[in-house]
């Protein structure tokens, strides 16, 4: 499980992009990211617990939960 910090997120799409803790790597987001958690949107700045899956070279969010706690 990473940690990270989001940087852009369009409600409107449901595309965005969360920096990385770990490497300040970027991973995206995508329209059905936040299906299945506790979310319906996200902020600029806000500290997400997430998962990963790798796609065509390109690293996507799965599973978000709530910063450190994991709810």
Same mark, same amino acid.
């Given at each position: *499980?990473? &940690?990270?910090?989001?940087?852009?997120?369009?409600?409107?799409?449901?595309?965005?992009?969360?920096?990385?803790?770990?490497?300040?790597?970027?991973? #995206?987001?995508?329209?059905?990211?936040?299906?299945?958690?506790?979310?319906?949107?996200?902020? &600029?700045? &806000?500290?997400? *617990?997430?998962?990963?899956?790798?796609?065509?070279?390109?690293? #996507?969010?799965?599973?978000?939960?709530?910063?450190?706690?994991?709810?």
């Amino acid at each position: *499980m990473d &940690q990270g910090v989001v940087k852009t997120y369009d409600p409107v799409t449901g595309i965005g992009i969360v920096v990385r803790d770990l490497d300040r790597s970027e991973v #995206f987001l995508r329209p059905g990211s936040l299906k299945g958690s506790v979310f319906r949107s996200l902020r &600029q700045g &806000q500290r997400i *617990m997430f998962d990963t899956v790798e796609e065509d070279g390109h690293n #996507f969010v799965t599973t978000i939960r709530l910063g450190q706690d994991g709810y």
